[in-house]
Structures are given as C-alpha cells and as structure tokens.
C-alpha cells in the first residue's frame, strides 16, 4: 500500500512518513498542492494524507481535483477545525479528518480504517469483471459465473473482489491480506496462494483454467480481464 503525504511543513511530514513506514505503508511525499497533483497522476496511490493549507494549491483544490478522477481514500490534516471548515473538506471529497495538533497514532488508525474493505466501501468491486462472465455482489456477498451462483467463502469473496476493484493492477500477497481481509488477519502472506487456488477450481473452465485470475511470477496476481 502506497501513501501520498502531502504537507508542507517538514517536521510534521517526517513524523507521518516515520509512523507510515512502521506500519508498513510506502510512503511518497509532496510539498506543495501543484506537486501532489503530479504524483498522484504518475503514481500508483492508495491513499491521500492531504494538509488543508498549503503553497501553490490549498487542499481542498487538490482534493477536489483528486475526486474528478479517483476514489482513493483522502484523509484530511489541518489546523482548521471548526465545524464550517470540517464540512467544507468533507464535501470536496475528504473521506475523513484530523485536526492539528494530532496524535500519529490516531492517524494511523484512521488510515487503516479507510484501507480495511468494508461491504459498503467502493473499493469492493460490484458488478460485472472477467470479460463480463463474473458478478460480484456485495449485498449477498456473492460471486456469480454467467448467472449461476459460485460457492465462495466470505475471505474467497473479498479477495476477488479486492482483485477485481483495479483489474489492471498486480497486487502483492501483502496487499491483498491487508486490503481484502484486514489487519487481524493473522496468516502467513503464503496462505493467500490456498486461497486463490480454491477460487481457481470453483471458477475455472476450458480456455480459463486460472479462474481468470493472473499470477504474476515472482510479485503476486492480478484480475486476468480483457477489458
Ligand atoms: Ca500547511
């Protein structure tokens, strides 16, 4: 998991990145709004720390651009905290809030909670994937293949569907634990590979025996989708 730490002041920002790291969150940082822009268009970036004042671009500027293209969870840091000001962020797109001065660990556990999957989040893919033959749905927790509902347990479903939310992308054994099932998640990163073979066998077919899903020698897997 990546995070952007956007904030100008550097004593702040090195206290964030520290904590991030410990957790085990990579960390990418901007000084300034025009920069964190930059990155988040380059970068792969699963989550936005994004002060409120900063130079060039102010941060619900950034945020509001961020929302034009992205759902990516941001968490707003200011030293705004009146209640007018908390709702302005909130409704550039602000998933959630922390007032200066704060504890890092309090961040912290507002960051996990923005990257734990949650039925009701966006980041559960809905719908249809693979070519158009799988639904996820979430409401049932459910995966179905042309129709036809494919017994899955609760942790098969979130880890398609954690696959199925960036069809594009290749995610490590690593990140589908953390995204898909969660910090008390207590497994070995390997164990996700049973996984992924159960899932296998109960949506393989002639033409599609990985279950369309992708292994990606020596990284991890990604949806095998052709859109
Ligand atoms: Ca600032």
Redesign the pocket.
């Known amino acids: 998991m990546k995070l952007l730490i956007v904030?100008?002041?550097a004593s702040i920002a090195e206290v964030v990145i520290a904590y991030a790291k410990r957790e085990g969150y990579e960390t990418v940082y901007a000084s300034d709004g025009l920069e964190a822009l930059e990155i988040f268009r380059n970068d792969d970036i699963d989550l936005v720390v994004l002060?409120l004042?900063?130079p060039k671009l102010n941060g619900e500027e950034v945020c509001r651009r961020i929302r034009e293209h992205s759902s990516v969870p941001v968490i707003m840091l200011t030293a705004k905290s009146s209640e007018a000001d908390v709702v302005s962020g909130l409704d550039t797109g602000a998933n959630d809030y922390v007032s200066k001065p704060f504890s890092p660990r309090v961040l912290m556990a507002r960051i996990r909670a923005q990257l734990r999957p949650r039925e009701s989040r966006d980041s559960i893919a809905s719908g249809l994937c693979a070519d158009g033959r799988i639904e996820i749905d979430p409401e049932r927790v459910e995966l179905r293949k042309d129709g036809v509902p494919v017994p899955v347990t609760k942790s098969e479903f979130l880890i398609f569907s954690t696959l199925a939310s960036r069809p594009i992308r290749t995610w490590s054994r690593e990140e589908i634990i953390r995204t898909a099932l969660g910090d008390d998640y207590d497994g070995f990163d390997r164990t996700i590979d049973t996984y992924i073979k159960n899932l296998r066998k109960k949506l393989a077919e002639p033409g599609h025996e990985n279950g369309w899903i992708k292994t990606v020698y020596g990284f991890g897997y990604r949806l095998d989708d052709e859109k």
């Open positions: 904030e100008d002041e002060d004042m900063l």
